[in-house]
């Protein structure tokens, strides 16, 4: 039964659980508002949205996208999640303030209650062992460190230090780190990159004692015959009969990193993960359960969500400012007002964004640009360092459509050089119109069609680290106080 990818979008570095009869699922939320997204299934296969674990993290004008200040490629990454004694854990750090976040919850759906554990820990993963805690984290330098019983930071006396190294010739040295306590064994499971070339790879070590010897080996190096783009990074999960299975992320160009489920058994004391089960797992689940709620969708903006105010597929591409937003449910209209003046879509606040669906998918939105100033551009964009969009422009109190793209000069991962180019212009005789787009991600192909001008090349690239998505945004050049309302968003 192919069934894999489980997820068609950029849910990257994903850790999952099981509590009871039901299975979370939380992944890298990066510079979206609100974040810590966590996900819920009953059958591994079928997954839609539980909660978002915060609104606003520090409130900090980088992410709240002042002063020309932005945490593109920053914020949360790579979080843990976990279930102890009746309380949800959430651990993650940020790497925009170079803090250890804790959130925590009786139940998923919160209230979640934030604090902060002194330091910084890369990549980390939390492990209630007993009457102890412990993190793993770090970078081509695994560490072992113990925390104090209340969280709040390193036991004094407690264990700290490092207990795997990788080899400095590799691209990637281990990290993304996981950690658990499987039949009283001790199991850290790692991504990092072949020596000899860039492909991800996953690892496992073990040992018998939490601060003892861990030995391993690499468990998986595949590519799911996709590109030659490695599978690895996430979370283990065992069922209620006792099977395991792994859900690690594989790299799909500009869509971004998208979940994969692998089986996994244990042959004296080690994992192995069932690489020939990948494209045909033998795993039961009810074809008829409640049809899932989208994980990115169409939206009539007739209904209120948990997004501040919108469904929950949405996020903002920072922190956003409410008092230049509203919704009218009645109506079906998403409306948003400048506040200041920006050079570039990026610096664009109260963006709401969307995911886009691998291989394939078409986008598009009505705008009513009548309330614009002269030098506002008000559409619908790809969004990432390399973004395009199709947009109504005011110019000399007459509206145009135009098409944008920024182009790159390289399309190497950390070149982050960028050239704007308006690339077709038209006259409208209404400030009313209908934009779209169609992206082709399939073999990593990543163009888009706008309704207007030439084909776009989209990227994934590390200044965003986060795979493309759909936009929403207005933004103004000359003058603030601009406004556009959106209706009608199709997601196909």
Not at 32 to 41: H, R, Y
Not at 64 to 75: A, F, R, S, T, V
Not at 83 to 108: A, E
């Amino acid at each position: 039964m192919n069934i894999n990818p489980i997820i068609k979008l950029d849910y990257p570095d994903v850790d999952a659980i099981r509590v009871d009869d039901t299975y979370y699922m939380i992944s890298t939320t990066m510079h979206f508002f609100p974040g810590g997204e966590i996900l819920k299934s009953k059958d591994l296969i079928n997954w839609e949205h539980a909660t978002f674990i915060y609104d606003r993290l520090d409130s900090t004008p980088e992410q709240k996208l002042e002063n020309g200040q932005n945490i593109y490629g920053k914020g949360m990454w790579a979080a843990s999640l976990r279930y102890h004694n009746g309380i949800f854990y959430v651990v993650f750090v940020c790497n925009d303030t170079q803090k250890t976040y804790l959130y925590t919850s009786k139940s998923i759906s919160g209230p979640w209650a934030k604090s902060n554990i002194e330091g910084f820990y890369h990549d980390l993963s939390l492990l209630f062992d007993d009457d102890r805690v412990f993190i793993v984290y770090g970078n081509r330098q695994i560490y072992l460190t113990e925390l104090d019983s209340d969280l709040k930071g390193p036991k004094e006396g407690g264990i700290n230090k490092v207990i795997i190294e990788d080899s400095k010739k590799t691209p990637l040295g281990y990290e993304g780190a996981h950690f658990y306590k499987i039949n009283g064994k001790y199991y850290i499971f790692l991504i990092h990159s072949k020596e000899d070339r860039w492909f991800r790879t996953e690892a496992c070590f073990v040992s018998d004692t939490v601060d003892g010897e861990y030995t391993g080996k690499d468990i998986l190096e595949n590519d799911m015959g996709y590109c030659n783009s490695g599978i690895a990074q996430g979370g283990i999960v065992d069922t209620k009969d006792g099977h395991y299975y792994a859900i690690l992320f594989q790299d799909r160009g500009a869509v971004g990193r998208i979940p994969v489920l692998i089986p996994m058994i244990f042959e004296n004391d080690f994992p192995k993960l069932l690489e020939d089960e990948i494209t045909n797992i033998n795993i039961q689940y009810d074809t008829n359960v409640r049809k899932c709620i989208p994980l990115s969708s169409s939206d009539d903006f007739n209904e209120e969500g948990p997004s501040f105010g919108l469904k929950s597929f949405w996020q903002f591409n920072h922190e956003p400012d409410l008092s230049l937003c509203s919704i009218d449910l009645k109506m079906g209209t998403w409306t948003v007002t400048t506040q200041n003046t920006v050079t570039c879509l990026t610096q664009a606040k109260n963006m709401i964004t969307q995911r886009l669906f691998w291989p394939s998918c078409h986008v598009e939105v009505t705008v009513d640009a009548s309330m614009l100033n002269d030098g506002d551009y008000a559409g619908l964009c790809v969004l990432q360092g390399a973004y395009g969009f199709s947009a109504i422009t005011k110019d000399n109190g007459e509206y145009f459509m135009v098409m944008h793209s920024n182009e790159c000069n390289s399309s190497e991962m950390m070149s982050y050089e960028y050239t704007e180019y308006e690339k077709e212009r038209i006259p409208l005789t209404s400030p009313v119109a209908t934009l779209s787009f169609d992206a082709d991600f399939m073999n990593m192909k990543d163009t888009v069609k706008f309704n207007i001008g030439p084909s776009h090349k989209m990227y994934f690239k590390l200044d965003h680290f986060a795979g493309n998505r759909a936009g929403l945004f207005i933004y103004s050049t000359k003058k603030a106080g601009g406004s556009a309302t959106f209706t009608h968003f199709v997601l196909s």
